[in-house]
C-alpha cells in the first residue's frame, strides 16, 4: 500500500509540473485564472488522496491546456493510462490532443501513433490501421513505426499478403545494404520466408502446388536456411510424386540442421520408403547417426536395426548410445528392447515423465511447450522456437 501511494505521489508530482508549465506558458499570453488551475489541482489532489488515480489523471489533463510545452505530460499520461490497462482513458487523452490543430504536424503525427496503439491495446484493429496507413502516407518520422505496427495487425489477423506488403517496405532499399545482411536474415527478412510459407501451406491444402512453390522460392531467398521452407519444400516434392527430389532436400536438412531430427526424420523415412530398402535406410541413419546425438535420430535407428538386423544388435547399439548420451528417450528405448524383468514398469515411470515434459523451448522468451509453433506465442518472434535439449529432452 505505501508503496501504491509514493507511485502516486510520483505521478501527481509530474502532473504537478505539467499544470505548472501550462500555467507558466499560458501567463505568457492570456491573463492567468489561478483561481479556476487550482481548483483543479486540488480537485486532482483530492482525488489521488482518495486513491483514484485515473480520476486524478482525467481530471488534470482535462485542465492543463494544450501547448507545446504541456505536450509531454499529456503524452506521458496517456501512455500511462495505457500501460494500466486504461485504454478507453488513454484514447480520450489522445483525443484530445488530437481535437487541437494549433500543435505541430510532426507533434499531431505522434499523437495519431500513441492513439493507434491504444486502439491496438483495445482490440480495435481497423481503427488502427487507418490511422497507421494514414501516417505511413503523410509521416516521414514515424513512417516505420507505423509499418511495424500495420505488419504486427495483419500478423494477428493472419493477412499474409497484406503483412507481406507492408514488411517489403521495412527492408533496406539499397542492394548492397540487402547483401551485407544475407549472413544473418534480419527479423523483418525471417517473418517475410515465414509469411511466403504460410500462403504455401495454404496453397498445398488447396492442391495448387504450381503457386505452393512459385511462393517456398520466394521464402528461400528471404531465409535461405528456414528449416520449415525446406520441409515444405520436401512435402510439395512428395505431392509431385518426385520422392529423389524430396530425399535431396531433406539430407541436406538433416546435415546443416541435426538437431531437428524429430522434424525431419518423419518426411525422410517416408521418402526412403519410396526409393530404397529399410537396410538402405539404416546405412543412411547410421551416417546420420555418427555426426549428431539426437536421441530421436539414435531410438530412430535402433528401431530400424531391431527390424533389419535384430532385437540384438539394436540393443547393443542403443547401450552404446546411453553410455555416451544418457537421455530419458534413449533410456526408455533400451528397457523396451531388453527383455530383463521388471523393467517395463520403469519404463512405463520414464514415459510419463516425458509426457509431461515440454519438448520445443523459444531461445528468445523462454515460452516452452509440447508443440511446434513457428511464431512464438509469447514473444511473437519468428524461428525462435527449437528442440529441448538435454536428459529430458532431444
Ligand atoms: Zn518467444
Not at 483495445?122 to 513512417?143: P, T
Not at 521495412?170 to 545494404?177: A, D, I, V
Not at 525446406?230 to 520422392?243: D, E, V, W, Y
Amino acid at each position: 500500500m505505501e508503496a501504491s501511494v509514493s507511485n502516486f505521489l510520483l505521478l501527481f508530482a509530474s502532473i504537478a509540473v505539467g499544470w505548472l508549465l501550462g500555467r507558466l506558458g499560458r501567463s505568457k499570453v492570456e491573463l492567468p485564472a489561478p483561481v479556476d488551475d487550482s481548483n483543479s489541482y486540488y480537485k486532482g489532489l483530492n482525488f489521488l488522496l482518495n486513491e483514484q488515480a485515473d480520476e486524478a489523471v482525467l481530471t488534470v489533463v482535462n485542465e492543463l491546456p494544450v501547448r507545446l510545452e504541456t505536450l509531454p505530460t499529456h503524452l506521458a499520461l496517456g501512455n500511462l493510462m495505457r500501460s494500466k490497462g486504461e485504454v478507453e482513458a488513454a484514447i480520450h487523452i489522445h483525443q484530445n490532443l488530437l481535437s487541437r490543430p494549433s500543435l505541430p504536424r510532426v507533434e499531431l503525427h505522434k499523437v495519431h501513433l500513441e492513439l493507434a496503439r491504444d486502439y491496438i491495446s483495445a482490440g480495435l484493429l481497423d481503427r488502427a490501421e487507418r490511422l497507421l496507413r494514414d501516417l505511413v502516407d503523410e509521416s516521414q518520422g514515424y513512417r516505420a513505426e507505423a509499418l511495424e505496427h500495420l505488419r504486427h495487425i495483419y500478423q494477428t489477423e493472419k493477412e499474409w499478403e497484406q503483412a507481406i506488403a507492408v514488411a517489403v517496405q521495412l527492408l533496406p532499399k539499397r542492394g548492397w545494404l540487402r547483401r551485407a545482411q544475407d549472413k544473418s536474415p534480419q527479423l523483418v527478412e525471417k517473418a517475410l520466408s515465414h509469411y511466403h510459407c504460410e500462403i504455401a501451406e495454404r496453397l498445398l491444402s488447396d492442391g495448387d502446388l504450381k503457386a505452393a512453390k512459385r511462393e517456398l522460392v520466394k521464402a528461400e531467398r528471404y531465409d535461405s536456411d528456414c528449416l520449415r521452407v525446406g520441409l515444405l519444400l520436401a512435402a510439395l516434392s512428395m505431392r509431385q510424386g518426385r520422392a529423389g527430389e524430396a530425399l535431396a532436400v531433406l539430407q541436406e536438412l538433416l546435415r546443416s540442421q541435426p538437431l531437428w531430427a524429430m522434424q525431419i526424420l518423419p518426411l525422410f523415412k517416408n521418402a526412403f520408403s519410396e526409393m530404397a530398402s529399410t537396410a538402405e535406410y539404416v546405412d543412411a541413419l547410421s551416417r546420420f547417426g555418427a555426426t549428431t546425438d539426437s536421441s530421436y535420430l539414435a531410438v530412430e535407428l535402433a528401431g530400424a536395426l531391431a527390424e533389419v538386423k535384430g532385437k540384438a544388435e539394436a540393443l547393443t547399439y542403443i547401450q552404446s548410445v546411453v553410455k555416451r548420451r544418457p537421455t530419458f528417450k534413449t533410456l526408455s528405448c533400451w528397457l523396451s528392447l531388453s527383455d530383463a524383468e521388471g523393467q517395463a514398469e520403469l519404463r512405463l515411470a520414464i514415459d510419463e515423465v516425458l509426457a509431461t515434459r515440454p519438448v520445443y523451448q523459444c531461445r528468445h522468451c523462454g515460452f516452452s511447450g509440447r508443440k511446434l509453433h513457428w511464431l512464438c506465442p509469447s514473444c511473437e518472434q519468428w524461428g525462435t522456437i527449437a528442440p529441448v535439449r538435454g536428459t529430458q529432452g532431444d
